[in-house]
């Protein structure tokens, strides 16, 4: 990656199309690109763990009425003052979760639960844009326990969640627990970077995650 583009090593064309189904399940095309704020959070060598995850995935969705699908519009957390717009994405090339392309947009993995739906809804947005420029989630660290953070659907209906718990992971650590939950319940997860910035591989040492639950 550029150095003077510390975020984006390559261009990500963002699905966009009148369909939502197509829009839902566009990332199974490969049409992304990797881009180098990867949140990597299973990694290289769980490959049968990505593959299963996938697998459920696309088979709750083949089981959904896509005519019915109102999909997630904005997130808002009052405490940091975010209220971004968001863009659905899915997997790159080497099957870890795309990103969103603009320091203003937060990205949805819509291969799993939207949020509000029984499971892990997953969110990941941009942390120290380029040219120090504010990026979405550059204060997710200053975000406390108990915290609310709200989702507003395409038809003005809003989501509530309270934040459970903040984790840093290592960049390569296996994290695949953060799109998986078994007790039946909503959550919502927050994601992006944080650590030191590693100029050799581009890339920041860890990963900030914050878990919810639906209020």
């Known amino acids: ?25 566009a990332a ?6 990797l881009t180098a704020l990867l949140l990597y959070f299973i990694p290289q060598n769980s490959t049968q763990g990505k ?11 083949s089981n959904q009425d896509q005519s019915n699908i109102v999909l997630p ?6 405490t940091i003052q975010v209220d971004a ?5 899915g997997l790159t090339y080497d099957g870890a979760m ?7 947009e937060v990205a949805w993995y819509s291969i799993g639960p939207r949020p509000g739906e029984i499971g892990s809804a997953v969110i990941a947005g941009h942390y120290n844009w380029i040219n120090n420029m504010p990026a979405v989630f550059d204060d997710l660290h200053k975000i406390n ?3 609310e953070i709200s989702i507003e659907d395409e038809n003005g209906v809003i989501t509530t969640f309270v934040v459970r718990k903040i984790q840093t992971y290592d960049k390569d650590e296996d994290s695949s627990d953060i799109f998986t939950s078994d007790d039946g319940k909503a959550h919502l997860n927050l994601i992006t970077c944080t650590g030191a910035w590693n100029k ?4 920041y040492s860890k990963r900030l995650i914050v878990f919810t639950d639906k209020k």
């Open 85 to 89: 717009a968001i863009i659905p994405v």
């Open 145 to 147: 326990k108990d915290d």
């Open 28 to 33: 199974l095309s490969g049409s992304v690109i």
């Open 51 to 61: 593959a299963t995850l996938l697998v459920e995935n696309v088979t709750n969705l």
């Open 73 to 78: 519009a904005r997130l808002k957390i009052p």
């Open 98 to 104: 795309d990103v969103p392309k603009n320091a203003e």
């Open 200 to 203: 050799a591989e581009q890339a």
């Open 1 to 25: 990656m550029l150095e003077e583009n510390k975020h984006l090593s390559l261009s990500i064309r963002k699905v966009k199309t009148v369909s939502k189904q197509a829009l839902l399940i």
